[in-house]
């Protein structure tokens, strides 16, 4: 099993800035992908960023730029710094991670990014 944990949301004002973290614990591996996703009400699910193992990255064209993944170095909590919000960006935000045994949700933590 796989346990994520995030934290670090809230209430910002356009143009502000938030650090979320995801906390991760039990059968995850270094070689396992991690990623941010966020989901808006009346909206799908949508891809943030993703950090591989190597630390590759990759990132949504409406956040390059502005949003950073990042990981400690023992990959048990990933990062995104979140700049210069817009009020569009409200959502829950959820970490997740890809293993052989599928695919792991935290709980979500909401943003709110007031005008």
């Given at each position: 099993q796989v346990q994520l944990v995030e934290s670090g949301g809230g209430l910002?004002?356009?143009?502000?800035?938030l650090r979320l973290s995801c906390a991760y614990s039990g059968r995850i591996f270094s070689s396992n992908a991690r990623g941010w996703y966020r989901q808006a009400p009346g909206k799908q699910r949508e891809l943030v960023a993703r950090i591989t193992s190597?630390?590759?990255t990759n990132y949504a064209d409406s956040v390059k730029g502005r949003f950073t993944i990042s990981r400690d170095v023992a990959?048990?909590?990933?990062?995104?710094?979140?700049n210069s919000l817009k009020p569009e960006e409200t959502a829950v935000y959820y970490c997740n991670a890809g293993t052989v045994l599928g695919t792991y949700w935290g709980q979500g933590t909401q943003v709110t990014v007031s005008s």
């Open positions: 910002v004002q356009a143009g502000g800035s190597g630390d590759s990959w048990n909590t990933v990062y995104l710094l979140m």
